[in-house]
């Protein structure tokens, strides 16, 4: 089980001087909070030092330097006296309190149907994800098998709950460790575009992150360190693939054909399977003429090759999304020459502590302050809450359709812009490259410094954005006939995005395969189950990808308790299997595809997104706000499938 977090990691032992010290570092509106739990006394709700506004990333509240310097010296008095009379934190569980609490640190008012998910989100009152199981006999739930294919985020947050549940499992992971994502992509300069205080299991904080958006091998660490912390290593089997599962109907399970790292196969025989594939994880390259034909190094920036040194070589970069952005400007001051080809330009979105290291002030404040750290992951996801959505809904009737869909768009798009002609000064050539085509937010917005304007500034690096006519034994050559002779190529073409569960063969009911099924329409009931399909259930599923805010985490943990929640219902009512019914999963798709239509995804302005399927389609994301996503997946509704 997993255990309800303390109040702080640790007591203060800590002397004076040195609190003061930490204080430097601390985010001021959330120590404010943290002294209310210390002290018991929420006058500081009422005062007039507050918090002045928010946005993502900036935890300061925009408040004065004066302002700040009084509360850490409040703070201070408060903290030894908490500190003197043994640690012990003041439980508020009043929720108008909680309440103004959160309006309080955000500036806003926060509604009170939004309070119950941040609670959950926060744990200040223990693991409210977690289902109780405590109805159904121990063996009933170890005889009922879970396969679990996948182990990254996703995986290894249904491995932790389902041996919380006491149901047995395996996980098969294709890759030697666990991490999907965040073990297959090594390119130099790979890291998170999502707080790191956020983005992690909301039951399993870390208060060590040494940058704000960790690199590739901290985030790996992290959920390898989650397998021991939680015990579910022996479930897992690496090295190991799922090359077809087969639905048995005679038997009501999964029939499941694996293949080692040798190439011999096995079979596993499973009540139910959980796929936790994710999106992001085949690779796609560019169908590009002579392609094969290139005599230098070649590879996916998914598929790095450790054995390749870049320093001094002449680098082809195909792509300016989101790897491309990571790795250009880590790899240019090391690279003789360094060629960037781009078919669209990317909106940037300003955060300076992009590359920022956690200071230790805040690393102390995280593991001594009561609930500090609750209130910092707050903090961080209240602005990437539901509060953009407005701004991605197309306005038909805004009359500049060619630059923005309304008007906070075309506010959006005035400050990327500025943000951009700010670092790329007088040069208009650049700037003119630079600039997208389409609306903003249209396609995913990358997280910036400045680091990839100033890559691209740089005298041995070159932006061309006029597409590649072929590749050849020497290099590529742009639609001019131009060459540029390289000794390596790295394709940062993205991945078969739309391709779910791809290349396994997934058999359900009377023969029907799912990727017939589905097509170049994927499609799931929540994103989650598929008519046909029985006893299947999908996380980071059709239809879930977040485009505007909030965590794959937070989605995860939304799709895995539903889908726990399934097997509880299934092993109440003694049936064996469970099938979303058609019109169920009809009615949903069909206000789904309803509400992405007049969403900022589906604006013709974009001609290439890897949120669209090959027809224009949008099938990867979801429109919906996150507080009504939360709300569906507490629970199965049993009335929505039906039973054998």
């Known amino acids: 089980m997993t255990q309800a977090l303390a109040p702080a990691a640790e007591k203060i032992t800590d002397d004076n001087a040195a609190i003061e010290a930490a204080l430097t570092d601390a985010s001021i509106p959330t120590l404010m909070l943290s002294?209310?739990?210390?002290?018991?006394?929420?006058?500081?709700?009422?005062?007039?030092?507050?918090?002045?506004?928010?946005?993502?990333?900036?935890?300061?509240?925009?408040?004065?330097?004066?302002?700040?310097?009084?509360?850490?010296?409040?703070?201070?008095?408060?903290?030894?006296?908490?500190?003197?009379?043994?640690?012990?934190?003041?439980?508020?569980?009043?929720?108008?309190?909680i309440r103004r609490m959160m309006s309080f640190l955000v500036a806003?008012?926060?509604?009170?149907?939004?309070?119950?998910?941040?609670?959950?989100?926060?744990?200040?009152?223990?693991?409210?994800?977690?289902?109780?199981?405590?109805d159904i006999p121990a063996d009933k739930r170890a005889d009922f098998h879970v396969t679990v294919i996948g182990g990254g985020m996703s995986g290894v947050l249904a491995a932790i709950r389902l041996k919380e549940a006491g149901i047995n499992f395996t996980v098969i992971e294709k890759?030697?460790?666990?991490?999907?994502?965040?073990?297959?992509?090594?390119?130099?300069?790979?890291?998170?575009?999502?707080?790191?205080?956020?983005?992690?299991?909301?039951?399993?904080?870390?208060?060590?992150?040494?940058?704000?958006?960790?690199?590739?091998?901290?985030?790996?660490?992290?959920?390898?360190?989650?397998?021991?912390?939680?015990?579910?290593?022996?479930?897992?089997?690496?090295?190991?693939?799922?090359?077809?599962a087969q639905f048995d109907e005679s038997l009501q399970q999964w029939q499941i054909t694996l293949r080692a790292q040798d190439g011999s196969e096995s079979e596993l025989d499973s009540n139910a399977m959980i796929s936790a594939v994710g999106q992001l994880n085949r690779p796609k390259l560019p169908d590009i003429e002579g392609r094969e034909s290139f005599a230098g190094v070649s590879m996916h920036s998914a598929q790095w090759r450790s054995d390749v040194d870049v320093r001094g070589k002449r680098v082809a970069v195909i792509g300016t999304g989101a790897s491309a952005f990571q790795l250009v400007p880590t790899i240019a001051d090391e690279v003789e020459s360094?060629?960037?080809?781009?078919?669209?330009?990317?909106?940037?979105?300003?955060?300076?502590?992009?590359?920022?290291?956690?200071?230790?002030?805040?690393?102390?404040?995280?593991?001594?302050?009561?609930?500090?750290?609750?209130?910092?992951r707050f903090l961080l996801f209240w602005p990437a809450c539901d509060g953009l959505l407005p701004s991605l809904k197309i306005d038909p009737n805004w009359p500049h359709q060619d630059r923005s869909i309304n008007e906070m768009n075309e506010m959006v798009r005035e400050v990327f812009t500025d943000w951009m002609k700010q670092q790329v000064g007088d040069d208009e050539a650049l700037l003119a490259k630079v600039v997208p085509d389409y609306v903003p937010l249209a396609k995913r917005t990358l997280q910036d410094?400045?680091?990839?304007?100033?890559?691209?500034?740089?005298?041995?690096?070159?932006?061309?954005?006029?597409?590649?006519?072929?590749?050849?034994?020497?290099?590529?050559?742009?639609?001019?006939?131009?060459?540029?002779?390289a000794d390596i190529i790295v394709f940062a073409t993205g991945f078969h995005a739309n391709k779910f569960l791809w290349p396994m063969e997934i058999v359900g009911r009377k023969g029907i395969k799912l990727n017939e099924q589905w097509g170049e329409d994927p499609a799931a009931y929540l994103g989650?189950?598929?008519?046909?399909?029985?006893?299947?259930?999908?996380?980071?599923?059709?239809?879930?990808?977040?485009?505007?805010?909030?965590?794959?985490?937070?989605?995860?943990?939304?799709?895995?308790?539903?889908?726990?929640?399934?097997?509880?219902?299934?092993?109440?009512?003694?049936?064996?299997?469970?099938?979303?019914?058609?019109?169920?999963?009809?009615?949903?798709?069909?206000r789904l595809q309803n509400e992405l239509s007049d969403m900022v995804w589906s604006h013709p302005s974009v001609k290439n997104s890897w949120y669209q399927n090959d027809s224009g389609k949008v099938t990867v994301l979801s429109p919906w706000r996150l507080r009504d996503f939360w709300e569906w997946t507490q629970a199965v509704n049993a009335a929505d499938y039906n039973f054998v």
């Not at 300069?189 to 992150?209: E, K, L, M, Q, T």
């Not at 040494?210 to 021991?228: G, I, N, V």
């Not at 060629?339 to 330009?345: D, F, L, N, P, T």
């Not at 943990?557 to 219902?569: H, N, Q």
């Open 35 to 97: 002294m209310i739990h210390m002290s018991g006394d929420a006058a500081l709700l009422d005062g007039g030092i507050r918090p002045l506004g928010v946005y993502l990333n900036e935890v300061q509240g925009y408040m004065s330097e004066e302002d700040k310097a009084g509360i850490r010296a409040q703070a201070l008095d408060v903290i030894t006296r908490y500190r003197d009379n043994g640690c012990q934190a003041v439980p508020i569980k009043d929720p108008e309190t």
């Open 108 to 134: 806003e008012e926060v509604p009170m149907d939004y309070v119950p998910m941040m609670l959950e989100e926060m744990e200040l009152d223990g693991d409210a994800r977690q289902l109780d199981w405590g």
């Open 175 to 244: 890759n030697a460790g666990v991490g999907g994502t965040w073990y297959e992509n090594r390119y130099p300069g790979c890291r998170v575009d999502v707080g790191n205080h956020f983005y992690c299991y909301s039951f399993a904080p870390n208060h060590d992150w040494s940058e704000y958006f960790a690199r590739q091998p901290e985030l790996q660490q992290y959920f390898e360190d989650c397998l021991d912390r939680f015990g579910v290593r022996e479930h897992f089997r690496f090295n190991t693939e799922v090359v077809k």
């Open 338 to 376: 360094l060629a960037v080809y781009q078919r669209s330009a990317p909106w940037m979105f300003p955060n300076i502590d992009y590359h920022r290291e956690v200071e230790e002030g805040t690393k102390w404040c995280m593991k001594h302050l009561p609930f500090y750290s609750r209130w910092y």
């Open 449 to 485: 410094n400045g680091s990839w304007l100033s890559a691209l500034k740089k005298d041995n690096v070159e932006l061309n954005n006029l597409g590649i006519r072929e590749i050849t034994e020497q290099g590529v050559i742009d639609s001019n006939g131009e060459l540029f002779e």
């Open 528 to 590: 989650i189950t598929v008519p046909n399909f029985p006893n299947l259930f999908c996380l980071y599923g059709p239809g879930t990808n977040l485009a505007f805010g909030g965590s794959l985490i937070f989605h995860s943990e939304c799709e895995v308790r539903y889908s726990l929640s399934a097997i509880k219902t299934l092993l109440q009512k003694g049936n064996k299997a469970m099938e979303v019914r058609q019109t169920v999963h009809d009615d949903f798709q069909q």
